[in-house]
């Protein structure tokens, strides 16, 4: 932020200076109107300040010229205003319109941004002609523009690697029935999601190193007729396996994150959803929830909501939801929150 100091009496000058750059101005002073007019024409400020009055006719010249800089900010903010819109609606188009729908399975998700573009995001999509079902949960380092930027990056090549088909993997590849593509659909679950980890993850440490942006990522690929899950946990927060009785099992971290360095070594693990079981995978944003006070949502409280929404998938999303934002009540978000849950109903 930038602010112009304006006025004769350089102690007065001096002391609102100080002042300004305490609240983390980045400062400027004028000693005259005419200096004041030049600087204002030739630059923005946040912040305008006067440490004495002026004549008449010098008080017209230096506020005509601060209403043209508060035009031009208020246009250059409307203009960012309809650039970050623009951003979101095209970051919702990363997200999928609906998720799939199986017998016996029951999904649900919720993705809640902490600003007006989130580095979360969450997919699931089906991998005809298996009764495989791929999850995926992810989080981007840092927050803004930036981490939007690469969380569409993460999603496309997560999706384009695990679903050729329908991802468009083959369609860049070229062929219609090639080896590679055989070798793709051939692939047993755990054999797709290590793949899709290394790939994604070269990819980024290699053309992307410099920007040092990773993503914690929670992979999962379930069988709808058996219950059987495989997944990866790269390096993300663990994902709950809830019992109807209330116990529950962490699906904790089996690689690093994805982006860190290249060739890395992603290995798999194993649960199963039996009848009457739920998954839940989400991002820190959920744990790291705070309040006015500043305290944490915490794991504890989690897992208290998780015993008391297990019946379904869209039961668990809609109370840990509730429970957060009652616990935070006004506070400022602390950071992206994004849930995806799995049912198994029959």
């Known amino acids: 932020m930038r602010a112009l100091i304006v006025g004769p009496p350089a102690a007065e000058r001096g002391a609102l200076a100080s002042q300004a750059r305490e609240k983390g101005y980045v ?36 506020f005509e010229a601060a209403a043209v800089v508060e035009t031009r900010r208020r246009r250059s903010v409307e203009s960012l205003t309809h650039e970050m819109d623009v951003a979101r609606s095209i970051q919702r188009d990363f997200l999928p319109d609906a998720l799939p729908t199986s017998r016996g399975i029951q999904l649900d998700a919720a993705l809640h941004p902490a600003r007006q573009v989130s580095g979360d995001f969450y997919d699931a999509f089906a991998m005809p002609p298996s009764n495989t079902v791929v999850l995926v949960v992810g989080d981007v380092c840092d ?26 993997a083959i369609q ?17 679950p755990a054999e797709l999601l290590t793949r899709v980890a290394g790939f994604t993850n070269d990819y ?44 529950m099992r962490e699906l904790r971290p089996t690689g690093p994150a994805l982006g860190l360095m290249p060739d890395q070594l992603f290995k798999t693990g194993e ?9 839940i995978a989400f991002t820190d944003g959920l744990v790291e929830a705070r309040n006015l006070a500043g305290e944490a949502f915490g794991a504890e409280r989690l897992r208290s909501v998780l015993q008391a929404n297990h019946t379904s998938a869209k039961a668990l999303v809609k109370g840990v939801l509730e429970a957060v934002q009652a616990f935070a009540g006004h506070a400022e978000p602390h950071d992206d929150v994004t849930l995806l849950a799995a049912s198994r109903t029959s």
Do not use: C, W
């Open 172 to 188: 860049m590849i070229g062929g219609r029935r090639t080896m590679v593509r055989q070798s793709i659909e051939s692939a047993s």
């Open 27 to 62: 400062v400027e002073t004028a000693s005259t109107v005419s200096e004041a007019v030049v600087m204002l024409n030739g630059g923005e400020f946040d912040l305008v300040l006067l440490s004495a009055p002026l004549p008449d006719a010098e008080a017209a010249r230096f």
């Open 143 to 168: 927050k803004g523009v930036g981490a939007a930027l690469f969380m569409a990056l993460f999603r496309s090549l997560i999706r384009a690697s695990a679903d050729p088909v329908e991802g468009g």
């Open 271 to 279: 649960a199963t959803l039996e009848p009457g079981d739920s998954l």
């Open 204 to 247: 980024i440490a290699r053309l992307h190193g410099r920007t040092n942006m990773f993503a914690t990522v929670f992979l999962g690929a379930l069988d709808t007729g058996t219950g059987r899950l495989d997944y990866v946990n790269a390096g993300h927060e663990p994902a709950i396996v809830i019992a109807p009785n209330g116990g």
